[in-house]
Each structure stands twice: as structure tokens, then as C-alpha cells.
């Protein structure tokens, strides 16, 4: 996905967020719902959260430096693990306390059908924006299904969003869930015990996005497409014997970097293997644009060291 894809995603669901949020906070405010406290909450924090990957998205739009040789890639992914960890210690956290203070306490709900107004409102916000990141990540996926896709996608930008609108959605339905059963019910604590299922649902949000952008941050190879690909170039550059290996990594969405082990023809000179490697970068960055950088090592295929083919 482009840059410019994500951003819009993430200006969709901040939108969305920033206008539930306020809604959800006023009808607690009229209602002393803890559940809709809780949304409130939940919708306050995304809204931090897409803030947070705008500046993600800033940053690693950085040109490279002499700091930085390979770019500020990884601060995309910096960011999104930040916004993994808000999800579980604020999101999670404040619902679940505000849910056991709330089953301590149990407080009727005042004016329920503020509650249902707010709800539906806020399912119509969440679901645009839910709808907006889910096609743009079903358009990204390919054939391919979608936890594969989640698990294989080296921009965190869109999953996360998406995986944020349906923890919203269902959390919108638990709140409703909440508000009738305390209200037809007469049981007020019932409202906390829906509370402190937001929370949780939260919390395992949180646990497998922190997951996915953990391995993105540690550093995830490239797609076995590319990699058979650089090396098919390889073999078919003349001069070079063999391709033995090539070892890739992400350092951000769209950048790569890749090491090649080759076996040149041993009757080569060196400017003429200087000639090949500077033709073979040039033909790898224009199949690949995403290669930031190409490093070539002559090596014997028994003394190769990359084992990624």
C-alpha cells in the first residue's frame, strides 16, 4: 500500500474516533452508564493511537542521513508498538477499573435511551471507518486469506486501524449488550461486568498487535516472491556462475535491504566485476524500487553464508 493509502485510513478513524469520543463521554456524563464510561474511554485512546501513527508515518518518511544510512523506516514500527502498548495499559487498563469500581458501586443507569442514541451513532462512525480500512487492507491482502495477510504484512498501519474499528465495533455491541440487561434486569452491576469485558477484549487486541509489530521491529524478511526474484536476476546477469544465497530484511514498510552471495566467473578482473555488480544493482532497483540497498558478496557456494534462496 502506498503512503498516502495509509494516511488516509488513519485520518478516517481518527475522525470517526474523535467524534464517538466526545459523544460517548457527554452520554456517560447524562447517563452514569460505567460501559459507555468505558467506550468513552476506548474511543479516546484510538484517537490518541491514530495520532500517534500520523507521527509514525512523518517520521519515517525521513530521508536517509549520516546517522541513519538506511532510512527512519523502523520508527513506522516503533510508533505502532507504542500504540499496541496504549491499547492494553490505558484502553484495557481504565476499562477494567472502571468496571470493578462500578460492580463495588453499582449506580442505576439514568436516561437508557441516551445510551442507545449514542450507540447507534457511534456504530455508524465506527463502521465507516471500519469499512474505509477494511478495503484497503482486503485490496493489500491479495489472494492470500486475512490473518495470513496480517501476519505477512509489513506495513502495521492498516491492521492496526482495522484491528482497532472491530474491537470498537464489538465493544458497541458488549456496551448495548451491558445497558439492556442492567436495565431489564435490574441489575446495575451488570453494566460494570460489560466493562470489564471491553477491557479484556482490549487487552487481547493489544497482545496480538504488539505481537506482529514486535517481529516487524525486530526486523522480518522479505516476501519470498522478491527474494526469488533478485535471485533469478542474479543468475541470469552474465559473468555471475551461480546465486547462492540472499538474506533480506525489512527496515520499513517499503524498504528492503538485501545481501547476495553470487559466484563470479573466475576469469573476471575486478573492474569487470565491478561493472556486473553496478549492472545487477541497477536491474534489482528497477524491478524492485522497495531495495534500498543491494550488497554483493563473491563467495563459493560451499563457503556461502546466506541461506535464504
Not at 505477512?152 to 458497541?172: C, H, M, R, Y
Request: proline letters at 4%; charged letters at 20%.
Amino acid at each position: 500500500m502506498a503512503s498516502s493509502e495509509s494516511t488516509r485510513v488513519i485520518i478516517a478513524a481518527l475522525l470517526g474516533n474523535l467524534l464517538v469520543a466526545v459523544t460517548k463521554f457527554a452520554a456517560a456524563a447524562i447517563t452514569g452508564s460505567s460501559a459507555m464510561a468505558s467506550e468513552a474511554v476506548h474511543s479516546l485512546v484510538d484517537t490518541g493511537n491514530e495520532l500517534l501513527l500520523l507521527y509514525g508515518l512523518r517520521r519515517a518518511a525521513k530521508p536517509a542521513d549520516a546517522d541513519h544510512p538506511f532510512g527512519h523506516g523502523r520508527e513506522l514500527y516503533f510508533w505502532s508498538f507504542i500504540v499496541a502498548l496504549a491499547i492494553f495499559a490505558v484502553g484495557a487498563g481504565a476499562s477494567i477499573f472502571e468496571g470493578v469500581r462500578h460492580i463495588r458501586s453499582p449506580v442505576p443507569i439514568k436516561n437508557p435511551a441516551v445510551n442507545y442514541v449514542v450507540l447507534a451513532l457511534a456504530l455508524l462512525f465506527e463502521g465507516g471507518s471500519w469499512w474505509v480500512a477494511f478495503k484497503q487492507f482486503r485490496a493489500a491482502k491479495g489472494r492470500i486469506g486475512y490473518l495470513e495477510a496480517v501476519r505477512k504484512s509489513k506495513d502495521p498501519t492498516t491492521f492496526t486501524v482495522l484491528a482497532e474499528d472491530t474491537g470498537a465495533i464489538l465493544g458497541i455491541f458488549i456496551a448495548l449488550a451491558g445497558t439492556v440487561a442492567a436495565r431489564v434486569l435490574d441489575r446495575p452491576v451488570l453494566d460494570g461486568v460489560a466493562s470489564i469485558a471491553i477491557g479484556v477484549l482490549l487487552g487481547l487486541i493489544a497482545i496480538v498487535l504488539a505481537r506482529e509489530t514486535k517481529g516487524l521491529l525486530i526486523g522480518e524478511p522479505a516476501r519470498s516472491e522478491l527474494v526469488s526474484s533478485i535471485c533469478a536476476i542474479a543468475r541470469a546477469q552474465p559473468g555471475i556462475q551461480s546465486s547462492n544465497g540472499l538474506f533480506t530484511v525489512h527496515i520499513g514498510p517499503r524498504q528492503v535491504v538485501a545481501a547476495l552471495s553470487v559466484d563470479f566467473t573466475d576469469t573476471l578482473s575486478a573492474g569487470e566485476v565491478e561493472t556486473i555488480v553496478a549492472t545487477l544493482e541497477d536491474r534489482v532497483r528497477k524491478a524492485h524500487p522497495e531495495v534500498v540497498s543491494l550488497l554483493v558478496k563473491p563467495q563459493k557456494p560451499d563457503h556461502a553464508d546466506f541461506t535464504q534462496k
